[in-house]
């Protein structure tokens, strides 16, 4: 059974600075996706990693796919505020499913 | 391009009366369905899924049941609603093939059983 794990949980990032969230599953896949939740909204598809070494940059937000270590990360450059909200990963699992993280909750303060 | 709906938005129902919610997709054909539920500050949990009209899978043993009565519609139903029901209700909708497994989400419904 795919299951996908996400670090933190929360975290609290200052004006200007960098973090990284991590991404790790448990079993082969080849295809990940971020999407990013404002509160109270729906997921809005961020980044599609869909290769071994493939990176994705938008903005203050790059993602990167180690499909060898089973691990993405999603980088925040400069965090700024408009950056605060849930972020989740998701893993292709065979057949037609997404498995989701539980997601990390980003909040920016000055 | 595509657009997916949900309605109704937000819904607030009690304990034990029954609930239809509706999900269409304009601009697509055939596109894989899904049911997600998202309980307040949790992660997505994956309800239902179709592929095609009529086949309708199903990951959560539960009080609801899905339905696909057209190739853009798919309905979350359930006879008796419990409290535990209160949720985020998100559809999403995938075209299928290598990239198209990124799932493009409804704008949700919030229900509340009282």
């Known amino acids: 059974e795919l299951k996908v794990e996400q670090n933190p949980l929360f975290l609290s990032m200052q004006e200007g600075k960098n973090y990284t969230i991590y991404c790790n599953y448990s079993t082969t896949s080849d295809r990940l996706y971020w999407y990013r939740q404002d509160p109270g909204k729906s997921l809005e598809s961020l980044f599609v990693l869909l290769s071994n070494g493939a990176v994705k940059q938008e903005g203050r937000l790059m993602a990167s796919l180690d499909t060898k270590a089973r691990l993405s990360t999603l980088h925040i450059t400069a965090a700024v505020h408009d950056l605060s909200a849930t972020y989740f990963c998701?893993?292709?699992?065979?057949?037609?499913?997404?498995?989701f993280g539980k997601g990390t909750t980003l909040s920016v303060s000055s | 391009s595509q657009t997916i709906h949900q309605w109704p938005a937000t819904l607030v129902q009690p304990v034990g009366s029954p609930l239809s919610l509706e999900c269409t997709v304009e601009?697509?054909?055939?596109?894989?369905l899904y049911w997600y539920r998202q309980a307040a500050g949790r992660g997505l949990q994956l309800l239902f899924y179709?592929?095609?009209?009529?086949?309708i899978s199903s990951e959560v043993p539960q009080n609801l049941s899905a339905s696909r009565p057209q190739d853009r519609q798919f309905i979350l139903s359930s006879k008796k609603l419990l409290l535990s029901d209160s949720g985020f209700y998100l559809c999403a909708w995938t075209g299928g093939g290598r990239a198209g497994n990124e799932q493009f989400f409804g704008p949700g419904t919030r229900l509340t059983v009282l």
């Open positions: 998701a893993v292709h699992q065979a057949g037609t499913a997404l498995i």
């Open positions: 179709s592929v095609g009209i009529g086949q």
């Open positions: 601009g697509t054909s055939n596109p894989n």
